[in-house]
């Protein structure tokens, strides 16, 4: 399984962004995959944002940025979308894409494959 995150940038605080995540490969299935958003930030753990779960059709967010934040996802595509509305300077992260198999994952060691990091930065 291949994931590919693009979307990151330089925004100013208030802004938004989006971020995608394609997930590619023979096994892939997004009937039984959930997809997931991490963040790290600069000399901070990795931290769980967002989960969206295809077969459950249920998502579930951090609550840091709950109402700032949505989380969808093109089935046919196998591709999740990260809509950032009103963007902080504590935003400013390296965001990961991430799937799961089955449940949405709020702890790294749920994860089951990780995409490359895109990195957003929010200037104050």
């Known amino acids: 399984v291949q994931l590919q995150a693009s979307g990151g940038g330089l925004v100013q605080a208030g802004g938004s962004l989006r971020l995608s995540c394609a997930a590619s490969?023979?096994?892939?299935?997004?009937?039984?995959?959930?997809m997931n958003w991490f963040r790290q930030a600069p000399g901070k753990e990795r931290e769980f944002v967002v989960g969206?779960?295809?077969?459950?059709?249920?998502?579930y967010y951090a609550d840091s940025v709950k109402g700032r934040f949505t989380i969808s996802g093109d089935y046919a595509k196998n591709t999740v979308y990260l809509q950032m509305n009103s963007l902080k300077p504590e935003d400013t992260a390296v965001y990961y894409c991430?799937?799961?198999?089955?449940?949405?994952?709020?702890?790294?060691?749920?994860?089951?494959?990780w995409g490359q990091g895109t990195q957003v930065t929010v200037s104050s």
């Open positions: 969206l779960s295809w077969s459950g059709g249920n998502t």
């Open positions: 991430a799937a799961s198999r089955w449940a949405i994952a709020t702890a790294q060691a749920k994860v089951d494959y």
């Open positions: 490969g023979r096994t892939f299935s997004a009937s039984t995959y959930s």
